[in-house]
């Protein structure tokens, strides 16, 4: 397991929507996937123009392998909405000049076969997740 799924909630009070997430089975896949046990890393921090740490924000851009592809996460950790980008060619897993099936992971929406990059508009405090999957053209 890549890590416990802690809940800090009384389960009775969530709503559908929080529910939602903690049945989203991609993710469900992702963090108990019995084959690759890694936890999803920060591949580029975000807010400075470097992309270098920042202690007064959270790492924005994340990446993991599962047996079912790579998973992506953009995070906006600021107030305001902003469009954020997962570039392959930044990406640990992927090959920059390369295509892949891509899947929304909270909508379940397939993107069908994206080279390049995905490029998303991310509410404030809220996050993005795409699953890569296999190579295509």
């Known amino acids: 397991m ?3 799924l ?4 009384d389960l ?5 929507e929080q529910i939602a997430i903690l049945q989203n089975k991609y993710l469900l896949a992702f963090n108990q996937d019995p084959i690759v046990g ?4 920060p591949y ?5 123009p470097d992309y270098t740490f920042n202690s007064t924000y959270p790492a924005m851009y994340w990446s993991g392998t599962s047996s079912n592809g790579t998973v992506v996460a953009l995070f906006n950790p600021t107030i305001e909405e902003m469009t954020m980008s997962a570039e392959y060619s930044e990406i640990p897993q992927l090959a920059g000049n390369a295509s892949y099936d891509v899947i929304d992971v909270w909508s ?11 490029k998303v508009d991310v509410a404030g405090n809220d996050t993005a997740v795409f699953l890569f999957g296999e190579e295509c053209t």
């Open 38 to 41: 890694k936890p999803a890393r």
């Open 108 to 118: 379940g929406k397939s993107l069908g076969c994206v080279a390049g990059s995905v």
């Open 2 to 4: 890549k890590g416990p």
């Open 12 to 16: 009775t009070n969530l709503t559908q």
């Open 44 to 48: 580029k921090w975000g807010i400075n």
């Open 6 to 9: 802690l809940m800090g909630t």
